[in-house]
């Protein structure tokens, strides 16, 4: 419905783009920006594209009041801009993925306000193929499959070797059937702040799993996870972990239907560890 190569500065501002039967594939694509982009009081909606691309960006891109609703609402993808969303912003991902972020090399990204995901069809945020350190933080209240469980996975993120830290720090649910509930490997930090609710379900498919990366000083702390009928896999997998600046604390797991360990735990070091205060 609207997009931009190129450009040097942007300020879109009270713009609704899609409503009732009037309702784009697209929103706003946006590629190669350099300079400050603004984008205040804006409302998207769209079908079965993408809400809001941000392709190759560099500067700064401020989203201030941003609503997206539909499908693959959000995709961040290469650049190095700083990339910030204030807590007014909102999220309502209805299929594909909520929130895209990839092949970035380097800046950072920050979403203060509510993200949701729900359907056989969604899945939830994903973080992959960085080339240099971006640090992500997901400030507001983040619910993945929470009114219909995810098709997809919840929260995928392989930080490919980079030191990138990634913090949640409002709260974290998350529901899937048939796919991985939290997922992270590969080299940086990931931090759950014990704000917010925080919890994981997963159906037939592995409910937490971290591989070769640390966590950041706010920890990791989960209310409760739960796996139901994870069949060859492991409900909790944890090996190679670096808990050093914070640890893993989990209130209570209930993980049933394994035909491997229920937890696996493999070389967890640092002092502050993994805890788990009920089974």
Do not use: K
Not at 27 to 42: F, K, M, R, Y
């Amino acid at each position: 419905a609207l997009s931009g190569t190129g450009i040097a500065g942007l300020t879109i501002e009270g713009v609704t783009i899609g409503s009732g039967t009037d309702t784009p594939v697209n929103g706003i694509e946006l590629n190669n920006t350099t300079g400050a982009v603004t984008l205040t009081n804006v409302d998207i909606t769209n079908t079965t594209g993408t809400g809001l691309s941000l392709n190759g960006a560099g500067g700064t891109v401020t989203g201030n009041n941003v609503d997206i609703t539909g499908s693959n609402a959000l995709s961040v993808n290469g650049g190095d801009a700083v990339v910030s969303f204030n807590a007014t912003s909102s999220i309502t991902n209805t299929s594909g993925t909520a929130v895209s972020i990839t092949n970035r090399i380097g800046g950072s990204f920050t979403h203060f306000g509510s993200i949701s995901s729900n359907g056989g069809t969604a899945s939830g945020i994903t973080i992959s193929g960085a080339t240099a350190a971006s640090n992500v933080t997901f400030g507001g209240q983040v619910s993945l499959g929470t009114t219909s469980a995810l098709g997809g996975s919840g929260v995928f993120i392989n930080n490919n070797g980079q030191a990138s830290d990634i913090a949640f720090t409002g709260g974290l649910e998350i529901e899937t059937g048939g796919a991985p509930g939290f997922d992270v490997r590969n080299g940086g930090s990931i931090s759950v702040a014990a704000a917010g609710t925080r919890t994981i379900w997963t159906g037939g498919a592995t409910a937490f799993f971290l591989q070769n990366t640390s966590i950041g000083s706010d920890g990791l702390n989960f209310d409760s996870i739960e796996s139901v009928g994870s069949g060859p896999f492991s409900g909790i997998d944890v090996s190679s972990v670096d808990t050093s600046a914070g640890g893993i604390s989990i209130g209570s797991a209930t993980l049933s239907g394994s035909l491997s360990r229920a937890i696996d735990l493999e070389n967890v070091t640092g002092a502050n560890g993994f805890s788990l205060t009920a089974a």
